[in-house]
């Protein structure tokens, strides 16, 4: 589907293949993939990029305008704290386990 909307919009703005894989910095045949849908989970560092370059919003490429992204917004929140934080995803995955032993911690405590 993201290819799909991606192809529909490139198309819209009447850029060429080549011209969006130059402008958003992506091989020309990984968009190629993209668009025709053999690659449907291009990272969200290429569909920030694409959605850039193409003048939208990432729920545009996404398919999903119009949805309700409270819980979503919630957690670009968290992210966003995180990252203000200077914490990245390998900050992240090694805190885990502080997360794990406090949501056990909780649960343990509710039981009482």
Do not use: C, H
Request: no cysteine.
């Amino acid at each position: 589907m993201i290819g799909t909307n991606i192809y529909r919009i490139r198309k819209k703005k009447g850029l060429t293949l080549s011209e969006l894989a130059e402008r958003a910095d992506v091989s020309k045949s990984y968009l190629s993939n993209i668009e025709r849908n053999l690659n449907d989970n291009p990272s969200i560092q290429i569909v920030e990029k694409l959605a850039e370059v193409l003048g939208v919003e990432v729920v545009t490429l996404l398919g999903v305008e119009g949805q309700n992204f409270t819980t979503d917004n919630e957690w670009m929140d968290f992210i966003n704290n995180l990252k203000s934080l200077g914490i990245t995803k390998l900050d992240f995955d090694k805190y885990r386990i502080v997360f794990e032993f406090i949501k056990w911690k909780n649960q343990k405590d509710e039981q009482k």
